[in-house]
C-alpha cells in the first residue's frame, strides 16, 4: 500500500519563485536575492522564524528587511509575502482527488505562517487529505527532521494503520525539504515540472492519473 504526502507551494500551487523574481525584477534587485536570503541562516532567519509563529507579519517584515539590509539592499518585505499567493494547479488537484478514490492516504505538509483557512481557495483544499500538518500550528517546520515522522504518524492514526515510511511518496519543490525524507526511506518526488511529477507518481502509486 502506498502513501502520498504532498506539498503545498509549487506543488498544488504555482511556486513563488517565478514570483520572487519578477519582484527583484521591478525593484532592480539581483535575481535570486530572495531566495538566497531565505537560504541564509535556514532554520533561524526571519522566514524560518515566521514559519514557526516566531514572528507576526510586521515582525517578519521588520526582521527580514533588516536582513536584506545587513547582504546590501533595500527590500520591501511586504511585496514578497504578496508573491507567495499562488495558484491552484487544477492537473495536481485532480490527481488529489484520483488518489482519493483509489483509497491511498493522503497527507498535506505545508510551510505557511498561519493555519489555512478552509474558506479560500488554497484552504479548501485541506479537505482532500486524510490529515493537514502545518508549520505554523505545530511550531516545527520543513526541512527540520521532526515534522517528517509527526506527519507519518498524524496520517497512522487518521487511516487507523501503520503507515510505513517505505509506503510513503513526497512531493515537494524544494530539495532541502525532500532530503530528510528520503532519509528516513521515504521516495520523494522534486516537482520541477508538474506533468512529469504525476507521471513519477502514477508509477508510484499504480493509480491513473491522467486527466
Known sequence: MTAVVFDLGGVLTTSPLAAFRAYERS??????????????????????????????????????????????????????????????????????????????????????????????EHGALMELFDVVVESSVEGIRKPEPAIYPLTLERLSTAVGRRVA?????????????????????WRTIKVVDPADALAELARATGVDLST
Open 27 to 120: 525593484a532592480g534587485l539581483p535575481e535570486g536575492l530572495v531566495a538566497r536570503l531565505n537560504t541564509t541562516n535556514p532554520h533561524e532567519n526571519a522566514w524560518a522564524r515566521f514559519e514557526r509563529s516566531e514572528l507576526d507579519r510586521d515582525g517578519f517584515v521588520e526582521v527580514f528587511e533588516a536582513e536584506a539590509r545587513a547582504a546590501g539592499h533595500e527590500v520591501d518585505a511586504t511585496q514578497v509575502l504578496d508573491a507567495l499567493r499562488g495558484s491552484v494547479r487544477p492537473a495536481m488537484v485532480a490527481a488529489v482527488r484520483a488518489l482519493r478514490d483509489a483509497g491511498v492516504p493522503r497527507a498535506l505538509l505545508s510551510n505557511n505562517a498561519a493555519p489555512m483557512d478552509p474558506t479560500t
Open 165 to 185: 515510511d517505505d509506503e510513503v511518496v513526497y512531493l515537494d519543490d524544494l530539495g532541502p525539504n525532500l532530503k530528510p525524507a528520503r532519509e528516513l526511506g
